[in-house]
Each structure stands twice: as C-alpha cells, then as structure tokens.
C-alpha cells in the first residue's frame, strides 16, 4: 500500500478487540475498547483493547499458574530455544513492525528500520543467558558445604512508555523470560498495537500458557492494579520519575520490588579540541532523533566557550537540513511528537526558555505546512545562551530542543554536568585520551560515550544513576533483578550438639 493510502481518512482502520492472556486471545472484562491515534495525521488508526482491573487479575492468576507449573521447571536450555525461535520470528516480523510502530508512535520508518531488526539479536542475546543464572559454592570449612542458587523471582509486571515502544519492552520481558519469570506487559495506552503483535509471535513460538500475557490499559487502572498486586514478585517499568513515585506507593503494602528506567537530562561535552565535525554530527542527531523523545539522548549540549559560537551557527545552519515529514516517507529524518500531549509540553517549555532568557536560536514552533497541520510536528529547535539552572536545562522536556550551555575547562564541565538530579547518560567529545578517561571517570551517569553518541549493545549493561533508575537492563546484568538468590548450607557430619545437656 503507498503511503498517501495509508494516511489516508478512508483508510479502514487496524482492528485489535483481544488482549492475550493464558495463551489465549479474549475480550477485556471490565475495561473496553479505545482509538489510538497517529501522531503523523492526529486521526485515528487503530482500534485497541483496554483492559481493567479484572482482565489483570486474570492475566497474574495465568501467569502465576505458568511460574508454578511448567516455566519455572523448565530447564534453561529449553526456554531458550523458545526464546530463539521468538527472535527469529520477531526477525521476519521486522518489517510490518516498523510500520505498525511508525503509525503508533510516529518515529520514522528509515530508523524504526534498523533500530528494530536489532532488537532480534536482543532476543537471541537474552535468550543466551537463558541457562546463565549460575550460583556458587561459597569455602567454609570441612563441616559444611555452602552453594547458592539462583531461582526466578516469580510474576513479573513489565510496564513501558510509548516513545520506544517496543525497545524498551524488548529490554524488560528478553531477561524476566529468559529468568524463568511469566510476564504481563501493561504497553502505554497511547502505544498499545505493537505490543499485541508481540503477543501473536510469541503464541506462534509457542511458549506455554500464562508465560507472556499482554493487557494494555491505563496507567490509572490496569497500570496501578498491576503495581498492587500481590502475586506480582516485580515491576520493570520505563517511563516518568513522577509515576514512579507513584508506583513506590502503590507497592508499599505488598513490598513491591521495582526496576526502573526513568528520565534523563544527560550533557553532551563538546571540548575545544574535538573533531568539531562528527561531534556536530553526533550533538545535532542527539537533540532532534525521534523528535527528542528519549530519555537517553543530549538534550544538554555544553560547548567549549572557544568554540561555542561557532558550534551555535553549526546547530543553526543544520536545523535547517532536517527533513521533517511523514513517518513512513523514506526520506523523513524527523516525525511528529507521539501525541497531542506532548506537543503541548514542548511547546510550552519554548515558552519557559524565552522567559527565562534564553536566546531561541531557531525553531520553536509548531509545522503548519499543508501536508503537517494536522499532526504533531514541531520544529529543531536551538537555545543558545542558556545556563544550568534554567528549566529548559533542568527538565525533561522530551522534545526536539537543545539547551546550549557554554563552559570554561574541565571542571566546569564535570561539575555542570553533573548538577542534575539525572544520570542516564552522557557524552563527550575530544582528541585528548587522558582528558577522555579523567571526565568519563567522573561524570555520574550509567553510561559514558567518548567521541559517539548513543551506541548501545545487547551485552552491554545500561541503567540511570540517581534519579534516572534503579537496576540495569542489557548485558548480563540484566538477569539479576529477575532472579532471588538461595544460600544453602549443608553440614557434612550431621552433627548437632544439644545445648541443653
Ligand atoms: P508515564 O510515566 O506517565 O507512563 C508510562 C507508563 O506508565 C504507561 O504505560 C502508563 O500507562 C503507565 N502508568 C502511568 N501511571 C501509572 C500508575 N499510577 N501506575 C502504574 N502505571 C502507570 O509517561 P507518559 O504519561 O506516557 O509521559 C509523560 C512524560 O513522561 C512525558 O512527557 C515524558 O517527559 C516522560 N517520559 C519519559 C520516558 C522515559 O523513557 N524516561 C518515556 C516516556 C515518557
């Protein structure tokens, strides 16, 4: 189908009435059915099913039927081979996933592409670690022999944010499979299509029933439920550090464990000595990529004050290459913003940076071209002359907007970059190999770029310092939070004195 079709307003739209849960697909009990809305067009594409409160305590009641019967039994080997013929057809599956994803979130199809076939050697990497999670034996003395054991945990909630839909879905249910742990993956209610189309693969994979369960839902209902719920050993959630909180208190009763992945304001260190080219290259693509929405990227651009006002012109002058335009268009390099909402929120922090007094160096404003006005589209945009405690260099904004922030030295930049409450990430820009290994060393931030931006690896962990998370998904690391650890201790003589005689 070309693309003016599918954009079209007669187009029929994609149906999805079932959650799946048990192995089966069903109607939602108590929740209905809800519209998604493409981002590219601010219409209608989709219909989806929202389940309730009682469609999650169906989906924990399979699941915890899975965890006791045959999943957590099941040796390691043997979930992986299912989890390897999920990634293969998660791989032949590559294609109509980045349109479904492009429609539903409205990322470019040109990056969904290639972001997306790598999530298939994602799940061939967890799927590896699937008879991984070894214990020890711990030396004591001849009297005793002491081993652990690692078990998984139990039921696990997988809740995700709709600006990587299924990245960020990849990275949570890949380990609490691959652990042993059922999961029900709560998608966000504005991104909900590519999560059921998980759930059809991985019927055809044939994992037995309850082990994956998808219901999507509010985060109100369905997301809070599935926080509160007693037989749910663990959350694993990407999102808002407000909702998290939120969540801290949704578990309290049952002592939840959580794993967070939350929000990033992360600095972007142009030294003066930088190859000043690719480090533009790097700066420009990680302010605007995926129309700034995520948590990850260089939102905080700290330039060298020597070369600070020629790094300005650079960002100026490629603001206007970037071709803004429809997310199944190849030669879009920028969408919309995923939904209505979140238009709103950039724009306003434009707003909050003007008052504030920051210089709008271009952007800034909502794309009104014929072919744009009905969507969420939003312009590159560029502050220069902001300092670090300005809003718009504090907060997430999660828009396509740069915060220009001049420095003097080394220390200047260790210390802004670090005066923050985030740490998720970071990266810095310079020819001098002692200066690389000094900043990276102290930059507080789960993970460090030298000289590239944002190259991630399935065997690489990745995780927040501070307020940006709690655990780390990816590289084997990634098992740990889905897994208990039992101590045992055996006495080799049997012998135990009473201390009564
Ligand atoms: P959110 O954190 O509110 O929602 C993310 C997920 O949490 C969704 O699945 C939602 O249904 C669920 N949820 C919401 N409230 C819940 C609750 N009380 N209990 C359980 N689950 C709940 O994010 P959002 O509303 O989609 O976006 C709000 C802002 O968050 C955005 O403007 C953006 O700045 C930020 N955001 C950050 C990330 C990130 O990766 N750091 C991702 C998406 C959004």
Redesign the pocket.
């Known amino acids: 189908m070309d693309i003016a079709t599918q954009y079209s307003s007669n187009a029929a739209l994609h149906r999805y009435e079932h959650l799946y849960i048990g192995g089966e697909w069903v109607k939602p009990i108590d929740g209905g059915l809800a519209e998604s809305i493409d981002p590219a067009t601010g219409r209608p594409w989709a219909v989806v099913p929202m389940g309730g409160v009682e469609d999650i305590n169906r989906a924990v009641a399979a699941a915890r039927q899975a965890f006791q019967g045959p999943w957590r039994r099941m040796p390691g080997h043997e979930r992986a081979a299912l989890l390897r013929r999920f990634a293969d057809l998660f791989r032949d599956a590559v294609p109509e996933l980045s349109v479904l994803e492009a429609r539903d979130c409205g990322g470019v199809i040109r990056d969904l592409r290639v972001s997306i076939a790598a999530q298939a050697q994602y799940y061939q990497w967890f799927a590896s670690l699937a008879d991984k999670a070894q214990g020890r034996t711990i030396p004591i003395d001849d009297s005793m022999h002491v081993f652990t054991t690692m078990e998984p945990i139990g039921v696990v909630g997988a ?5 990587v839909p299924l990245f ?1 879905t990849c990275v949570k249910i890949g380990p609490a499979l691959a652990a042993g742990c059922p999961v029900i993956l ?5 991104t909900s299509v590519t999560a059921l189309e998980l759930a059809r693969l991985a019927h055809e994979a044939g994992f037995p029933p309850g082990v994956f369960n998808v219901v999507p ?4 209902s ?3 439920h ?2 509160q719920h007693p037989d749910v050993s663990r959350i694993t ?4 550090g ?3 909180k ?2 801290l208190h ?1 578990g309290i009763e049952t002592l939840k464990r959580f794993s967070f ?4 304001k992360a600095p972007h260190i142009l030294f003066a000595d930088a190859d000043l080219e690719q480090a533009v290259n790097a700066a420009t693509a990680m302010a605007w990529r995926n129309c700034g ?3 990850a990227l260089g939102s905080r651009v700290l330039v060298e004050r020597p070369i600070y006002d020629r790094v300005v012109d650079m960002f100026r002058e490629r603001a206007k290459t970037v071709r803004v335009g429809m997310p199944l268009d190849e030669a879009s390099r920028m969408g919309p913003q995923a939904n209505e ?2 238009l709103k ?1 950039t724009l306003s922090y434009v707003e909050i940076g003007k008052n504030d007094g920051a210089e709008l160096v271009t952007g800034g404003r909502r794309i009104e071209t014929a072919e744009l006005a009905n969507g969420y589209f939003v312009e590159p945009t560029v502050f220069a002359g902001v300092n670090n405690q300005m809003r718009i260099a504090r907060e ?3 828009g396509p907007v740069a915060s220009m922030i001049p420095f003097d030295g080394e220390e200047e930049a260790i210390a802004i970059a670090n005066d923050t409450p985030f740490g998720l990430t970071a990266g810095l820009w310079t020819r001098d190999v002692g200066r690389a290994l000094r900043v990276s060393q102290r930059i507080e931030a789960g993970m460090v770029w030298v000289n590239t931006y944002n190259a991630t690896r399935w065997s690489a962990p990745y995780g927040g310092f501070k307020a940006s998370g709690w655990d780390r998904e990816m590289g084997i690391d990634a098992l740990a939070p889905f897994l208990e650890n039992r101590t045992t201790m055996i006495s080799t003589t049997g012998q135990f004195p009473n201390l009564y005689a």
């Open positions: 809740i995700t944010p709709w600006n960020t709560k998608p966000s209610e504005h839902g509010y985060g109100h369905a997301g809070a599935l926080v959630f990407t999102g808002e407000g909702t998290a939120k969540m949704g992945e939350l929000g990033g929405q995520s948590c909402a979140q929120k997430e904004i999660f």
